[in-house]
């Protein structure tokens, strides 16, 4: 009998949901590995004479290889599964890390820590664990999509004070090396041993069902209600309204997503806050936006996606309009604020991607269509964290930069009501239609 079957039988448990936490924690590693280069992007700053914008390119070169490799890691999960594409991955993830620590001009950086770090870090990213998931979770598919990307602000939270911490005592160099040792220690195992790719593996069913019960039952009939649709092709995808509209209210909102994520910091220390108190700040903000991730794909899957996305981003410009004030008025009272209201929107984006995506698109090319929106998604995070460092050089300010992020996030609330998902699923009595 294997792990999973051992754990299944001992506990008495749906598996997907040890899927959910091991996506948790991948994703904590994922996104907390990418938002800490704030805190070594301050370090490098000051150790080289290189420029913001220039500096703030190598997180777009991480970026771009994540544009580049997210359709292809989605397609070989399709047709290999995840644990064929994930260990290596893990491997060159760490591979990255460490060679960053010997870096002394701006191009090994771009080479060591964008393209090969960048590569490895694509395997354990969202696009990975959407896919996965999709294969457990109809029902409850927010909730379980909430869950596993509150790891992405659990993993702000703790790795991003670390990394400070670690700065601090060890410097920057060392500091790599913990991080590279880490992703062995922790993702090599946790996702060699127990993950797996659908409940089949398992003997078990989509949300857990047993003997005679079947998603008919569980979603009763009701007008209006169509079979999903499940023979997507590139071709129909991309021929498709809906495909776009889900690429355009990704993509704008993470442009507004990434100016914050890799200048938020630089700049709460421009006003003079101390280093690291500004590292705790993102941490909280990343601890706010986990437990608004869960709170996010549970309304959801209740209310809707488009509704719950638009109150998120509403949320997230009150927050921008925060830390526009710390500058204006001179005041850093407006941090809490900026935390408080950023961290809560900025947790309605994950989800919804996940979930919205699964909605609209799940079937036998999944990983590809959703690694698409990802490529999609790598170049918006590339173009905000160029953007606002090219800003910055240029005005010596990013008040521009923050009041662009607002209407960012303006027109993807646009884009996420024209792609549609209520029209795929009736939120009230829980059924699912085609688009």
């Known amino acids: 009998m294997n792990v999973a079957k051992r754990i299944i039988r001992f506990w008495d448990i ?3 949901w040890i899927i959910v936490a091991i996506a948790l924690v991948s994703m904590g590693f994922w996104l907390g590995i990418r938002t800490s280069f704030s805190v070594f992007y301050v370090a490098l700053l000051e150790d080289f004479p290189w420029s913001r914008g220039d500096s703030a390119g190598v997180q777009s070169i991480a970026l771009i290889a994540y544009t580049v490799l997210a359709p292809l890691v989605g397609g070989l999960i399709d047709r290999y599964g995840p644990r064929r594409v994930i260990i290596p991955g893990i491997f060159v993830l760490a591979l990255g890390l460490c060679l960053s620590a010997t870096v002394e001009t701006l191009t090994q950086f771009y080479v060591f820590y964008g393209v090969v770090m960048g ?3 694509t395997c354990i990213g969202i696009v990975t664990y ?28 703790v790795l991003v004070p670390v990394s400070q911490s670690f700065i601090s005592m060890w410097g920057w160099r060392v500091t790599f090396i913990l ?3 880490l992703v062995l220690l922790i993702l090599l195992p946790l996702n060699g041993l127990f993950l797996r790719h659908k409940p089949a593996e398992v003997d078990q069913r989509v949300d857990g069902f047993r003997g005679e019960e079947s998603m008919d039952k569980t979603f009763p009939e009701v007008p209006g209600r169509i079979t999903p649709v499940s023979d997507w092709t590139i071709g129909k995808a991309l021929h498709s309204v809906t495909f776009w509209s889900l690429m355009a209210f990704c993509f704008f909102s993470i442009i507004g997503i990434y100016v914050i994520l890799v200048h938020n910091v630089r700049f709460l220390v421009d006003q003079g806050v101390d280093k690291m108190a500004a590292a705790l700040i993102f941490a909280v903000i990343g601890a706010i936006s986990s437990v608004f991730r869960i709170f996010w794909g549970w309304l959801s899957d209740r209310v809707g996606r488009e509704i719950t996305f638009t109150t998120g981003m509403i949320l997230a410009c009150i927050g921008v309009g925060f830390l526009m004030l710390i500058e204006w008025i001179g005041t850093k ?13 900025w947790g309605a984006t994950a989800p919804m991607f996940m979930s919205t995506a699964a909605d609209l698109f799940k079937g036998k090319i999944f990983g590809l269509i959703y690694g698409l929106i990802e490529a999609g998604i790598g170049v918006a995070g590339a173009l905000g964290a160029w953007m606002a460092g090219f800003i910055f050089d240029k ?28 029209k795929t699923r009736l939120y009230g009595s829980q059924a699912f239609v085609s688009g």
């Open 119 to 121: 590569s490895g870090i």
């Open 395 to 422: 005005y010596q300010s990013y008040q521009w930069a923050f009041v662009l992020t607002i209407i960012f996030f303006v027109i993807s609330c646009f884009f996420m009501w024209l792609a549609a998902p209520r």
């Open 14 to 16: 749906y598996y997907g």
């Open 179 to 181: 991080f590279g040792c």
């Open 130 to 157: 959407s896919v996965i998931l999709s294969h457990w979770f109809e029902k409850k598919r927010g909730l379980a999509s909430g869950i596993a990307v509150s790891g992405m602000g659990l993993g702000t939270f």
């Open 333 to 345: 009272d407006f941090i809490y604020g900026f935390a408080l209201f950023f961290g809560a929107g």
